[in-house]
């Protein structure tokens, strides 16, 4: 009985994921220091030690790597926002927040590219796309348990609410550029519950039927 030794078929480019994480990760590297208008796929591939075949073996454009890089991070696996309680997970979620908004790379690339994405459609389009996805997984798991638990009226919406808890922590840390402690932190979280439950009563209320005055 003899074995034969499997061979891959002639002229198939066998990409090596490890050069696919260096890639990706001198990508982030380059945008944060030189920002989108001034990235170029030669200063990858030396950030990154590869030659520009391998760069386009994988992709065909700057544009086609960038918004390959944006919807990969949008599509990151969530960390578990169940703490038991509608506090501890907006709690929770701010501590993420602010971990990804914080971070040396991330603050230096998502402003440079929400500035691009006026000028350009197909950066525009990803992210739109992007945010809406998150905000869509998001929303379903935090406020999705606030409702089942009772803490938030069914009927709330999960993208407003999503709204009104990243918006006070994106405009701290990415616009204002304030840094953000652990008090401050808990009293905003403290503040966008109260505003939630106070602004999705409301607005389920209003919302339902009325009887006719007999």
């Not at 992709?59 to 501890?88: F, N, Y």
Request: charged content about 20%.
């Amino acid at each position: 009985m003899t074995t034969e030794k499997r061979r891959a078929p002639a002229g198939a480019a066998v990409l090596r994921d490890d050069i696919t994480t260096a890639i990706r990760r001198a990508v982030m590297q380059e945008l944060a220091q030189t920002g989108y208008g001034r990235f170029s796929v030669e200063a990858v591939a030396r950030r990154a030690g590869v030659s520009k075949t391998a760069i386009y073996r994988r992709w065909r454009s700057k544009l086609e790597l960038v918004l390959d890089m944006v919807s990969a991070a949008a599509g990151k696996r969530l960390p578990q926002l169940d703490t038991g309680s509608l506090q501890g997970d907006v709690q929770l979620l701010l501590m993420v927040a602010s971990g990804a908004l914080g971070h040396p790379l991330a603050s230096q690339i998502i402003p440079d590219l929400l500035a691009e994405a006026a000028r350009n459609p197909q950066i525009a389009e990803t992210l739109q796309r992007a945010l809406r996805d998150y905000q869509v997984r998001i929303g379903e798991m935090v406020i999705g348990q606030a409702v089942d638990r009772g803490e938030l009226p069914a009927g709330t919406d999960p993208s407003a609410a999503i709204d009104l808890i990243i918006g006070p922590i994106y405009w701290r840390l990415a616009i204002s550029r304030s840094p953000l402690d652990t008090t401050e932190l808990t009293n905003m979280a403290n503040a966008i519950v109260a505003a939630l439950r106070i602004t999705c009563a409301g607005l389920v209320e209003s919302e339902a039927p009325r009887m006719p005055a007999q």
